[in-house]
């Protein structure tokens, strides 16, 4: 295997690969995503290797990431065409084959409207997927993850190879900063800004850190993103620390996911042999190494200053944050964190220009957003939206509305720290600052539906029993306000409210929000108050009820 | 797991009290359990006190200072699960195991865990044994699942 030197060595590699690959042999991608494998899509996989074999060379068999639509797992694309076939068993296989070799189609696995029955067969005509703008997810079917090779082939790294060889830190920071690129995980917080404080920060040893911890509950973009793409969100992350003056950075992700180390292991050490990590990158002076490490079970280490104790080897306890971790993190060094799918967007953003992302989303949220929608959705999976979209369009039009032929009672955004809106609220768009307005903040991008049945009062006390379990337990207010809110909301939940019980859960929303250290804590009681905002007779009439109203 | 392999785990990471996660990580990984006289073994060899080592390991929820059973057992809490009926899972395992979340049995078949969220929500409630994905499940399938593991 080659060790690129410069850029036109890179360059001359990709179009190597490029020639030696016959755009109009079919190719096969089975999806291995986190739902489809549940699903055993490694069998289904393995037929087709099995089968394809005996063909001789005349098509390709893939595993990749997921594609999306995980509702209707095990997924099949079959290129050229991205012809989707849907649950797809080990037992359809020789039907695909057959069919692929004669340029057909399976017709009975391909997707059928559950209520018009109207049939769909290219991607691009698939309701889940034609509402949707696939910037950073889109790539999945066409990748093995552990094939870098693929990702040179789909344009990887032309984004680090134009920062390197032609552009200076400072225009990279500038490109990032016009890009108006805000942070992913949950605070939408400018990655510009953030990456200049860093660079700005007096200390010479500067760190950059993927936060692929995602511990969200209903969240699952940031592993489909990370276990299927691992070149991109690390080719984002090279490009940030060029531009930060990083010459080391860290992955931190999921230990309980096998996937998903083994993807990013083999990335780091491809990339390395590939001299796009190490010493003096691509001729460019540029040195810059990564490590892996991992989340060992428990929340709170996605908060900044936590995760940077863990990987430091400490107890994940969040600090008072009076200096930034962007100046003051791992080691007491200079650390940039952001999500992976804040880094995701970077190669983009340096390849396409700032005008380009800026053009994409809405005035104060720009390019696109991941979006895992369930709940009691038709179609569940990941969805890639430009912010901006009104919330219908991933409701209905991508997500088929609600399951069972129920009514929406309430759609839940950002986990256990996130807010739940009511139904009404359906034309409201897919918007940072706008969707905090409403009580319920985009956070990582875990969108919920709740159907009629849902009892909004056991939604919340699900939600605390889940924070008081991950809390670290370093603050008064947080670990013994939320264990008090939790009791209230038990008794509710048993029939056993009492006239003051909401007054009090105010009080302790007010006071556990203000006085914790982290966000934890700190907006541990976001879900109750979009509930007393837009629920409150619910409360009220449990309450008034006593167990009757149970 | 053998002697031999926890050694040479620890062996790794001699000297670096940095790595004291990643060795923790390592051993549970494949033994499944921190029996107290490895985890000594790790602080004598990374240089960190035995305390530390207790500290990081009661700590955090992947580690498991008593035996584990030949199975694990898991049932997903997460959001979506929980929506789409986990709680009626947790109850049927609960009442075929007679285990409480965490617990192992005396014969160690068994151990169940419940634990959020695992990512595969489309595919929820779900149940999990060894890593392995049971989507979609139903009270009535568990028992057939877990005839499987003996």
């Known amino acids: 295997m080659p060790k690129l030197h410069t850029a036109a060595e890179l360059e001359k590699y990709r179009a190597e690969i490029l020639a030696s690959r016959d755009p109009a042999k079919p190719c096969i991608a089975v999806c291995a995503g986190a739902a489809c494998d549940g699903m055993d899509s490694a069998a289904v996989a393995a037929a087709f290797v099995a089968a394809a074999g005996k063909l001789g060379d005349k098509i390709e068999v893939r595993t990749t990431g997921c594609h999306g639509y995980c509702e209707k797992g095990p997924n099949v694309v079959v290129t050229p065409g991205d012809i989707c076939y849907f649950e797809v068993q080990p037992a359809d296989v020789p039907d695909i084959l057959a069919a692929t070799l004669k340029g057909e189609v399976v017709e009975r696995l391909v997707y059928k409207d559950p209520n018009t029955g109207a049939k769909a067969v290219h991607m691009n005509e698939v309701p889940f997927y034609k509402h949707q703008t696939r910037l950073l997810i889109g790539d999945n079917p066409k990748i093995d993850p552990m094939n870098i090779d693929d990702y040179f082939a789909v344009g990887g790294y032309a984004g680090l190879v134009k920062a390197l060889t032609t552009m200076t830190p400072d225009q990279v920071l500038d490109e990032v900063k016009k890009a108006n690129l805000r942070g992913r995980g949950g605070g939408g917080f400018p990655a510009g800004s953030k990456w200049e404080t860093t660079r700005n920060a007096p200390e010479k040893t500067k760190y950059v850190i993927v936060n692929g911890h995602e511990g969200e509950s209903a969240a699952f973009m940031d592993r489909a993103m990370l276990t299927g793409n691992p070149h991109k969100v690390l080719e984002g992350l090279i490009i940030g620390a060029y531009a930060i003056g990083a010459h080391k950075g860290f992955m931190y992700t999921r230990h309980d996911m096998p996937l998903l180390e083994k993807h990013v292991r083999n990335a780091l050490a491809q990339a390395k042999e590939y001299g796009l990590l190490g010493t003096d990158i691509l001729g460019s002076g540029f040195d810059f190494e990564c490590e892996l490490h991992f989340d060992v079970g428990i929340f709170v280490s996605g908060e900044s200053s936590a995760l940077m104790r863990s990987i430091e080897g400490n107890a994940p306890e969040p600090r008072p944050k009076y200096i930034r971790t962007s100046v003051n993190g791992i080691w007491d060094k200079p650390s940039n964190l952001n999500n992976v799918e804040t880094w995701a967007n970077v190669p983009q953003i340096i390849n396409k220009g700032a005008e380009w992302f800026t053009s994409i989303g809405s005035e104060k949220s720009k390019g696109t957003k991941l979006i895992s929608l369930s709940g009691n959705v038709v179609n569940s999976g990941i969805v890639e939206v430009p912010m901006g979209t009104p919330l219908r369009t991933l409701v209905f039009d991508i997500g088929g509305g609600v399951r069972d032929g129920k009514t929406l009672k309430a759609i839940h955004f950002g986990g256990a720290m996130g807010g739940s809106i009511p139904a009404d609220l359906i034309d409201a768009p897919l918007d940072f600052d706008g969707m905090s307005k409403l009580g319920a903040p985009i956070g990582a991008g875990g969108l919920l539906l709740m159907d009629e049945d849902t009892d909004m009062i056991e939604v919340a006390r699900y939600l605390m029993d889940f924070l008081v379990n991950e809390s670290c337990g370093k603050c008064v207010p947080c670990r013994e306000g939320m264990q008090q809110m939790l009791q209230i909301l038990t008794r509710l939940t048993e029939g056993e409210g009492k006239k003051g019980d909401l007054e009090l859960l105010e009080d302790l929303i007010e006071v556990t929000g203000t006085a914790s250290l982290c966000a934890l804590g700190k907006t541990s009681g976001d879900p109750l108050k979009s509930m007393f905002r837009y629920f409150k007779p619910e409360y009220e009439s449990r309450i008034a009820g006593g167990s009757e109203a149970k | ?150």
């Open chain 2, 1 to 150: 797991m053998s002697e031999h392999t926890i050694d040479g785990i620890i062996e790794k990471y001699r000297g670096q009290p940095g790595s004291l996660i990643h060795a923790l990580v390592e051993i549970q990984h494949q033994n499944h359990w921190l029996p107290r006289e490895v985890m000594q073994k790790v602080a004598d060899a990374l240089q960190v006190p035995f305390a530390q080592v207790m500290q990081i390991a009661s700590f955090y929820k992947a580690f498991s200072l008593t035996p584990k059973g030949r199975h694990e057992v898991h049932v997903c809490t997460g959001m979506t699960c929980h929506l789409r009926g986990a709680a009626k899972l947790r109850a049927k395992v609960e009442e075929l195991t007679g285990l409480k979340d965490g617990e192992t049995d005396t014969d160690s078949r068994f151990t169940y865990q419940t634990g959020a969220c695992l990512g595969s929500c489309s595919i929820g409630p779900e149940l999990i044994v060894n890593g392995k994905h049971y989507g979609r499940m139903t009270p009535e399938k568990i028992e057939d699942v877990l005839k499987q593991y003996e």
